[in-house]
C-alpha cells in the first residue's frame, strides 16, 4: 500500500473545501486506495465501523447518482464518487453513533483527498430506493450520504487564508461558556 506524502496535515485541513467543479483528470486506482483506507481508519464508537463504501467510477452510473438529491449534480463531472453507506440501526442511540462515525470517516477521507491535491464535496441521498437498486444495497443498509472526488476545475488545493468562519474566539469557551 502507497502512503500520503503529500501536504503537512495543518495545510491539508486549511486547503480542504467543498469542490463541485472537476477538471477531466481520473483519479489513479492508488490514491482511491489511500483515501478508502483513511476512512477505513477512521475512528468509531465501540470500533464498530458500520460503514461500507462503494465506489463509482462509471460516467453513466455517475450522472444517475447526480438526481438522488437535488443539491448532487457535481456528482455528475466527479471522477469518482464514493456512496456512503449504513446498517439500517437497531435503534436511535446507534442511529446517532453511526452517523457521528461515519462523518468522521468522511472527514478523514476529504482530508486523505485534499492532501493528494483532490477536492471532494458530500451530498445527501433522498433517493433511498435508487440508491439501493442501482448499487445492489441490501435491504438492512441505507445510503445516506454520497462523497464525491476530484482535481477542482477552478484550480488546484490551497490553503485558504481567509476562511468564511466564525472567529475562534467566538467559538471557543474556557471553563464555561
Not at 443539491?71 to 471522477?79: D, E, I, Y
Not at 437498486?133 to 481567509?162: K, M, N, Q, T
Amino acid at each position: 500500500m502507497a502512503t500520503i506524502t503529500g501536504m503537512e496535515t495543518s495545510d491539508a485541513i486549511r486547503s480542504r473545501r467543498n469542490v463541485r467543479t472537476y477538471d477531466e483528470r481520473p483519479i489513479t486506482g492508488e490514491s482511491l486506495e489511500l483515501i478508502l483506507e483513511a476512512g477505513r481508519r477512521a475512528p468509531s464508537a465501540s470500533n464498530r465501523q458500520p460503514w461500507d463504501f462503494v465506489v463509482v467510477t462509471d460516467r453513466q452510473k455517475l450522472e444517475q447518482m447526480s438526481n438522488m438529491w437535488r443539491n448532487a449534480r457535481h456528482v455528475a463531472g466527479s471522477a469518482a464518487t464514493i456512496v456512503l453507506v449504513l446498517p439500517e440501526p437497531e435503534d436511535d442511540r446507534y442511529r446517532l453513533m453511526d452517523q457521528y462515525d461515519l462523518g468522521q470517516a468522511t472527514m478523514a477521507m476529504t482530508l486523505a483527498a485534499a492532501d493528494l491535491g483532490i477536492g471532494s464535496a458530500h451530498a445527501a441521498v433522498g433517493d433511498q430506493e435508487a440508491c439501493r437498486v442501482l448499487f445492489a444495497i441490501p435491504e438492512s443498509h441505507y445510503c445516506p450520504y454520497l462523497l464525491a472526488l476530484g482535481y477542482p476545475g477552478d484550480g488546484p488545493l490551497a490553503p485558504i487564508e481567509r476562511p468564511d468562519r466564525r472567529a475562534l474566539d467566538e467559538i471557543v469557551h474556557l471553563g464555561r461558556w
